[in-house]
């Protein structure tokens, strides 16, 4: 079982949608959850960044962490076509330390005007 | 603000050629790291550094050296590209952690 799971997608949504990102890890080590964005042909960025478990709202964007369940979120609302874009998650037992992240392999989004 | 620049964008190179993938970055970051990134595979770490004089080893690190003799730069060696080699490469930088700046990446092809 790979450390991380993150389903591929693609996602295809109409301009407005509620978006709902998951991934699953199976390493109950991992405390500092993050998401990061990466446009076609760029490098990722870091969008959202949690520790530990709860929620953490920055604007439309949403990330939920579930440790009991080992599952985190990112939820999207009033999603645009400027959104487009692969949404990797990624996470780190390294005392705050995110040098040895673990990535998904990332869900691409479209979003459809 | 330049931030993490990568040279080149793009390399074709011959089963055996060697070569060097350039990273700098201007923010005064103490770690640097490399990671490749393929189809279905995602990003996965190569090598990384926390300080000048100070490398380790990540996920995948066969096949490539690192070295970091200042702050600003950290490039990665390709000794003998072979075809699996083929992937994105991007750089990234943090002050400590919390966020990771990430290049804009090399796409390399190894025929």
């Known amino acids: 079982q790979k450390e991380v799971e993150q389903d591929p997608g693609p996602l295809s949504v109409p301009e407005g949608a509620i978006v709902s990102l998951n991934c699953t890890y199976s390493?109950?080590?991992?405390?500092?959850f993050m998401w990061y964005r990466q446009y076609s042909r760029k490098g990722p960025e870091l969008l959202m960044y949690t520790y530990s478990s709860g929620n953490k709202e920055d604007g439309r964007f949403t990330a939920q962490v579930d440790k009991s369940s080992k599952y985190i979120s990112l939820f999207i609302r009033d999603s645009q076509p400027s959104d487009s874009a692969t949404y990797l998650c990624a996470m780190s037992d390294s005392g705050g330390s995110n040098y040895k992240l673990t990535f998904g392999k990332g869900t691409l989004l479209t979003v459809n005007p | 603000n330049a931030g993490v620049t990568q040279t080149p964008k793009f390399q074709v190179l011959k089963t055996g050629q060697s070569m060097t993938l350039q990273c700098a970055q201007d923010?005064?970051?103490?770690?640097m790291s490399w990671y490749r990134q393929d189809p279905g595979m995602g990003l996965r770490l190569i090598h990384y550094s926390v300080g000048a004089g100070i490398t380790d080893q990540g996920e995948v690190p066969n096949g490539y050296n690192v070295s970091r003799s200042t702050t600003e730069d950290f490039p990665l060696r390709l000794l003998s590209a072979a075809p699996s080699q083929t992937s994105v490469y991007f750089c990234?930088?943090?002050?400590?952690?919390?966020?990771?700046?990430f290049g804009s990446g090399t796409q390399l092809s190894v025929l």
């Open positions: 390493n109950s080590a991992f405390q500092y």
């Open positions: 990234a930088s943090s002050r400590t952690s919390e966020k990771l700046f």
């Open positions: 923010m005064n970051h103490e770690y």
